[in-house]
Structures are given as structure tokens and as C-alpha cells.
């Protein structure tokens, strides 16, 4: 049970609800992440599900992410060799997609957050437009 598990964490997120604050567990899986890998999905559905019962909103942090890493998700999901970085963008949002259909609907949290690997500036650029077209 996670409140023995995590006493720490059980603590946090009952001070942050008892003062009306949203607790977000966020992940950033750095550069060893390939967004098409089902072991890597699996990895994040594990490191989350330990702390399931304690938090409603999950995030996942790709602003520590290479915009020149996950060669091998960028031939998979695409089979291009595109250097205009829209590569990592539709691979990160077909992983994205795929935890928000597969872990957070299906366990009933709040809609999953990201930080996207290039947020700086409201400059439309290859990478943003990839990653949330309008």
C-alpha cells in the first residue's frame, strides 16, 4: 500500500490537498526514452502505477529531451530521415497519446500534462506545429 510505501509522499500530497493545490507527479525521462519502444511504456505505466492511489494528475517532462535523440524511434514511427526535428514531435506525440489512452484514461486520472521538449517562445516552428497542430 502506498501510504506505507511513500510516507513522505503520502504527507506531501495531503498538505498540497489540504491547502486546495492540484499534486502533479511528473516523470522526465531524460534522453534514454524511445517513444516506440513497449518496454519504455512499460517502464513509465510501472514507475507511475507505484503511486497510483496517491496522485490524480500525472505529467511527463520532455523539456530535458535532445531534439537529436530516439534515432531509433524516429525510423520506426516514420521511416524518414527528416532533419527539420518534426520527427521528434510525432513520435512524442504518438507516445503521449498512447499513455493518455492507455494508463491515465484507463485508471481514471485527470488528463495527462507535458512539457514539450522546444516550449521557449510562442514562434511557431516545425516542432511546435508537428506537436500541436492547430
Known amino acids: 500500500m ?9 504527507s506531501l500530497v495531503d498538505g498540497a490537498n489540504e491547502n486546495h ?16 519502444s513497449d518496454d519504455d511504456f512499460k517502464r513509465y505505466y510501472n514507475q507511475v502505477n507505484q503511486i497510483r492511489d496517491l496522485v490524480s494528475i500525472a505529467s511527463i517532462l520532455l ?13 520506426r514511427i516514420n521511416g524518414a530521415k527528416r532533419m527539420d526535428y518534426r ?4 513520435a512524442q506525440a504518438y507516445y503521449l497519446n498512447r ?5 491515465i484514461e ?9 512539457v514539450p521538449t522546444n516550449y521557449a517562445g510562442s514562434v511557431p516552428d516545425p516542432y511546435k506545429k ?4 492547430s
Not at 523539456?63 to 525510423?75: G, N, Q
Not at 484507463?106 to 507535458?114: E, R
Not at 508537428?130 to 497542430?133: E, G, I, K, T, V
Open 99 to 103: 499513455v493518455q489512452k492507455e494508463y
Open 63 to 75: 523539456s530535458m529531451t535532445s531534439l537529436s535523440s530516439s534515432i531509433a524511434t524516429r525510423i
Open 130 to 133: 508537428s506537436l500541436a497542430p
Open 21 to 36: 493545490v492540484d499534486f502533479t507527479y511528473a516523470l522526465s525521462p531524460v534522453l534514454d526514452l524511445c517513444y516506440s
Open 2 to 10: 502506498a501510504t506505507t510505501k511513500f510516507p513522505s509522499l503520502r
Open 87 to 90: 520527427w521528434i514531435a510525432d
Open 106 to 114: 484507463q485508471n481514471n486520472l485527470k488528463d495527462l500534462q507535458t
